[in-house]
């Protein structure tokens, strides 16, 4: 007998069995959900109704499943960033709007760590600034520390929906200092590694305006490098 798929009704109530118990405070970041069969008895459903509600609440980010463990609340809510890729392709989002939307998101952001940064954050950030100046001679390595930095930043803020959209945003902008990152000289590299210390001194020194602009004048400078890249690989493609 072919099974039967389950309808959006019995789907529904899945997604509303999961709300309740996350209302009620039985479900909180990094909890597993009950076993499909534990949940399928207490909904009252089958185990393919529970699947197709749990892939509906995966596509929604509020659960994760992990291959061999089954299925959990994310420590950090996650904005998936595939959708806007694909929006990025299809309307053709340029390189100035990418970073416009990263400088109005991460000069926030520095300005609320300021304010509200613990010594975990100031230590986890300034490791990441170490490591910037240990790496000047591996381009991608830089890159990675550099990307690190600005989400233990966001992290700083405290906030985490601007936590998780300078992650969503970030990953736009990714692949494409990838490929400028081996070009980079060392002396670009040591300009950019002093202007996250400087970002990172303004927010220990828990002064606002002073991480905004120091913030603010790193993207700055780095958009206008990733347009001299852009120039210069155009005139170099016959």
Same mark, same amino acid.
């Given at each position: 007998m072919e099974e039967r798929r389950p309808s959006e009704d019995s789907t529904d109530q899945v997604i509303a069995h999961v709300r309740t118990l996350i209302d009620r405070g039985e479900l909180r970041? %990094? =909890?597993r959900l009950?076993? #499909?069969r534990e949940l399928a008895t207490q909904i009252g459903v089958s185990r393919p109704t529970v699947r197709a509600g749990l892939r509906a609440l995966s596509a929604m980010g509020v659960? &994760?499943?992990r291959h061999g463990a089954g299925t959990f609340i994310p420590e950090m809510p996650a904005l998936e960033s595939e959708p806007l890729s694909f929006l990025a392709a299809l309307h053709g989002f340029t390189r100035e709007e990418m970073y416009e939307a990263r400088r109005i998101l991460e000069? %926030?952001?520095a300005g609320l760590a300021a #304010? &509200?940064?613990t010594s975990e954050d100031l230590a986890s950030i300034s490791e990441e600034v170490a490591n910037l100046f240990a790496t000047m001679d591996d381009p991608q390595a830089f890159l990675v520390h550099d990307i690190r930095f600005h989400r233990l930043v966001a992290a700083a803020s405290a906030n985490q929906i601007v936590a998780a959209l300078v992650e969503m945003v970030a990953k736009l902008y990714y692949e494409r200092r990838r490929q400028t990152a081996e070009r980079a000289t060392g002396r670009?590299? =040591?300009d950019a590694a002093e202007? =996250? &210390?400087h970002v990172y001194q303004a927010i220990r020194a828990k002064d606002p305006e002073r991480a905004m602009a120091a913030m603010n004048e790193h993207l700055l400078? *780095? *958009?206008a490098y990733q347009a001299e890249e852009e120039i210069r690989q155009e005139e170099r493609t016959p």
């Open positions: 970041p %990094g =909890h009950p076993a #499909e659960v &994760r499943t000069v %926030g952001a #304010e &509200r940064a670009n590299l =040591h202007m =996250h &210390r400078s *780095s *958009s």
